[in-house]
């Protein structure tokens, strides 16, 4: 069968598409950072509540309530692409932490119901897995459909910095791509 659309002098070689170009720029781009919720229905995601400690700072991210949410699998996005770091059951259910590659940055994923990517800590020596931006890495706990996002900054003098995610979640595009900006609290 012959390819209509193939350009004898792509780069990107003789007996591939322009489909097989549009999934390899994905892979080899680091992407655009986005939400880690998508719209669920017609249900954006919203920040329910803020966790701001000296150590810590993250915040919930779910949606309003449904009587039929404990039916449903939420998906976890990854936020950019990077390498996991971590991912293993803590108390409060699975949770993932990615070091997103060539940025300062890293991200950390909580109150997950189950996970996609491999566990990492009964390994010794863990291979990094791998995630681009926009894999599901997991599905968000249920009764209320909610994660926990915290967003960590690393800078030589003070290392690890966890930071307040508002406002650079504020200049991201959230999966579903519909164009809303979902920076609101539940009411």
Same mark, same amino acid.
């Given at each position: ?42 249900? /954006? ?17 779910? @949606?309003?309530? +449904?009587?039929? /949410? ?34 300062? %940055?890293?991200?950390? @994923? ?24 926009? /894999? ?11 994660? +926990? ?22 200049? %991201? ?6 164009g809303s900006n979902p920076i609101r609290k539940a009411a």
């Amino acid at each position: 069968m012959h390819d209509l659309l193939l350009r004898p002098h792509d780069p990107t070689g003789p007996r591939k598409s322009r489909f097989w170009a549009l999934r390899h720029r994905s892979r080899v781009m680091p992407g655009r950072w986005q939400w880690p919720l998508g719209t669920l229905g017609d249900r /954006d995601p919203i920040v329910l509540a803020e966790h701001i400690n000296s150590a810590r700072r993250g915040v919930d991210l779910g @949606y309003e309530p +449904r009587p039929y /949410d404990w039916a449903l699998d939420a998906p976890v996005f990854a936020v950019h692409g990077g390498e996991v770091m971590f991912c293993g059951e803590t108390t409060n259910g699975f949770a993932i932490s990615i070091r997103h590659v060539g940025t300062e %940055w890293a991200t950390f @994923y909580a109150h997950l119901s189950a996970v996609s990517v491999d566990e990492t800590e009964t390994q010794r020596c863990p291979a990094r897995e791998g995630v681009r931006a926009g /894999d599901v890495i997991g599905y968000a706990a249920k009764a209320p459909i909610h994660i +926990r996002f915290e967003l960590v900054r690393w800078t030589p003098e003070t290392g690890f910095v966890a930071i307040d995610p508002k406002p650079e979640m504020a200049r %991201w595009a959230d999966p579903s791509l519909h164009g809303s900006n979902p920076i609101r609290k539940a009411a």
